[in-house]
Nanobody
């Protein structure tokens, strides 16, 4: 089975913190580039952070210095630690993986989780 499952979303007050986690199944995880994206109300989906198979991280300017992406290859998970949250961070957050999978080890297509709601109140 190939899937991505996000967890850890919820409602927090401005200035608070949340940690999202994405559990990956069926991927050759240490060869996957991973990412977090989000889509706020009335907005297009946007990149939040990425981390390569080698562990190099990049962030959108809007979250740089506040969010941290990390991966645990032993657990096949990628996390997003979100600090100093603001109402503008309210969105559905999606976990993304680029192959390969065990079922198609040469396939580098994109896969997406179902999303986790993050709501930040003023």
């Amino acid at each position: 089975q190939v899937q991505l499952v996000e967890s850890g979303g919820g409602l927090v007050q401005a200035g608070g913190s949340l940690r999202l986690s994405c559990a990956a199944s069926g991927f050759i995880f240490n060869k996957n580039d991973m990412g977090w994206y989000r889509q706020g109300p009335g907005k297009q989906r946007e990149l939040v952070a990425t981390i390569t198979d080698g562990g190099s991280a990049n962030y959108a300017d809007s979250v740089k210095g506040r969010f941290t992406i990390a991966r645990d290859n032993a657990k096949n998970t990628v996390s997003l630690e979100m600090n100093s949250l603001e109402p503008e961070d309210t969105a559905v957050y999606y976990c993304q993986a680029k192959g390969p999978t065990y079922y198609n080890p040469t396939d580098y297509r994109e896969y997406w989780g179902q999303g986790a709601q993050v709501t930040v109140s003023s």
